[in-house]
């Protein structure tokens, strides 16, 4: 009797494990948090909130006035020597092969700094110039308070670690937001060119 | 009265030392940490626990735990869930996935393995060992390669010293185990 009662409660036990990860995993397709926030972003697009933002040259704008034209937005700060140098590069890319629909208004670049108590507008500036920004149609910008750059790190789900150098190691990544303010797409911080179809295809008539 | 220690009240305390803020934080602070010491830890505070658990409950159980097996399950199922790189970060953004670690680990991981090891047999003992070593190669490999940070909250250089280590656990039960069955006394049942 012991076998078949032991035989039944690790049968419902298996069963139950593989719905809790199944759970887990998101039918076993997320194994880690990055994999999880693209595909939650993809099929569940988050709205944008309206926060403000101070921009290279100090003025002020605001995710709501961004509306109405596609972004693509990095997170950054402007320190960062490492990988975040080439980061910056993809985008002075994005501005060269999106030419066309930036001018038409119909894109916008936005790098948005996580260490805004460091970055201020004149590191801002540099930050682009640094990487090769041509023109309109590339903002930086940082956010005004803390309360907001905390809000903004959790829709986006970007997580900067202290690197113990002064640095930091971040998830970077290329976030895409809809006319509507919502995040609908993230793709690797080196895939300029899957940043671009995917924002051409939905440009097309 | 001879005051003796009972080990499920070591077991609670070393609960609550684990669950004060800036322990915890501690040892969430490393993958390396959280992984090797803080999970075992809470683990042996499940083990310990079940220490207090009363003859005719543990007899009820064991009806239903032959040779250790079901329990032997629920902690591998239980551990695999908190071997994904998923769980050890929302452990620390998510105050009830913390919850559920801090509550399962030591009910469905520790407390299993105390009431069912002593009755595992020497197969028993043997899937459930090769099992561990292979995971624990299995992992350390992955981790120690992957030129990916898996855990968002953690560094790569964290990922790769815990692969080193994981690889080097692997290796050590392995020669444990050989030297138990060149050398050592081993109970067939």
């Not at chain 1, 640095?167 to 303010?181: C, K, L, M, T, Y």
């Not at chain 2, 097996?69 to 869930?81: H, K, N, P, Q």
């Not at chain 2, 981790?143 to 692969?163: H, M, T």
Request: proline letters at 6%; charged letters at 15%.
């Amino acid at each position: 009797m012991s076998v078949l009662r032991t035989l039944l409660v690790s049968l419902v036990l298996v069963a139950a494990g593989v719905g809790v990860l199944a759970e887990a995993t998101d039918g076993f397709r997320a194994y880690t948090t990055e994999t999880a926030r693209r595909i939650h972003v993809r099929e569940h697009p988050r709205a944008v909130p309206p926060l403000p933002l101070q921009t290279a040259s100090g003025a002020r704008t605001d995710f709501g006035a961004l509306r109405g034209r596609w972004l693509l937005v990095e997170f950054i700060y402007t320190r960062c020597t490492t990988y975040c140098s080439v980061q910056g590069g993809e985008f002075a890319r994005l501005q060269d092969e999106l030419a066309g629909p930036i001018a038409a208004g119909k894109v916008t670049l936005l790098s948005v700094s996580f260490d805004p108590a460091r970055d201020d507008p004149a590191s801002l500036a540099r930050y682009q110039r640094l990487h090769g920004a041509r023109g309109e149609g590339w903002i930086a910008a940082r956010p005004v308070d803390a309360a907001d750059l905390t809000e903004l790190m959790g829709v986006f789900g970007v997580v900067a670690v202290p690197d113990g150098l002064g640095g930091f190691v971040h998830n970077a990544a290329i976030a895409v937001v809809d006319p509507q303010g919502r995040l609908v797409a993230i793709m690797d911080w080196d895939d300029a060119p899957g940043a671009v179809h995917y924002v051409m295809q939905r440009l097309a008539p | 009265m001879k005051l003796a220690v009972r080990p499920w009240l070591a077991g609670v305390a070393l609960w609550a030392v684990l669950a004060i803020p800036p322990v915890r934080h501690a040892f969430e602070s490393m993958m390396t940490l959280q992984m090797l010491v803080q999970i075992p830890l809470l683990a042996l505070a499940g083990w310990l626990l079940a220490w207090g658990t009363p003859a005719w409950l543990a007899q009820r159980v064991a009806d239903w735990n032959q040779r250790g097996i079901s329990g032997l399950v629920l902690a591998s199922l239980a551990g695999m869930v908190w071997m994904l790189p998923r769980a050890m970060d929302a452990a620390l953004d998510e105050p009830a996935i913390a919850l559920a670690k801090f509550l399962s680990v030591p009910l469905l991981i520790g407390a299993p393995v105390a009431l069912s090891w002593p009755r595992a047999g020497f197969v028993v003992r043997g899937v459930f060992l090769a099992e561990v070593i292979a995971t624990a190669l299995r992992l350390g490999w992955l981790y120690l390669i992957s030129p990916e940070r898996l855990c968002s909250n953690y560094l790569l250089g964290d990922q790769q010293l815990l692969g080193r280590i994981m690889l080097a656990i692997g290796a050590s039960i392995i020669l444990v185990l050989a030297w138990k069955l060149m050398w050592g006394r081993i109970d067939v049942t």
